[in-house]
Nanobody, 117 residues
């Protein structure tokens, strides 16, 4: 199983980025897909979730109204559209695939997002 994130980089406050996570080696449509962030010196925290069935979504309070998670099962890819970025969004962003009930849990290598003027 491989999860490969892309799309990170340096952006000014108020700007936008779109992260992608391409999955391989798993039946992508069966997995709940999640984005986490880990800021320097802090624990990894959940940012957004999209379910395998129905594509329902949920978000951390800190990103509601600014971030949108989506998935394309035909492309085995999950996205995180990030708008109105703030310096406090600076972190490494990780893609996670989880098959609840089966104990299957996979992680990408992370992509750095830096919000700074």
């Amino acid at each position: 199983v491989q999860l490969v994130e892309s799309g990170g980089g340096l952006v000014q406050p108020g700007g936008s980025l779109r992260l992608s996570c391409a999955a391989s080696g798993l039946t992508f449509s069966r997995y709940d897909m999640n984005w986490y962030l880990q800021a320097p010196g802090k624990e990894r925290e959940l940012v957004a979730v999209i379910s395998s069935v129905g594509g329902s979504t949920s978000y951390a309070d800190s990103v509601k109204g600014r971030f949108t998670i989506s998935r394309d099962n035909a492309k085995n890819t999950v996205y995180l559209q990030m708008n109105s970025l703030k310096p406090e969004d600076t972190a490494v962003y990780y893609c996670n695939a989880k098959l609840s009930g089966w104990g299957l849990d996979y992680w990408g290598q992370g992509t750095q997002v830096t919000v700074s003027s």
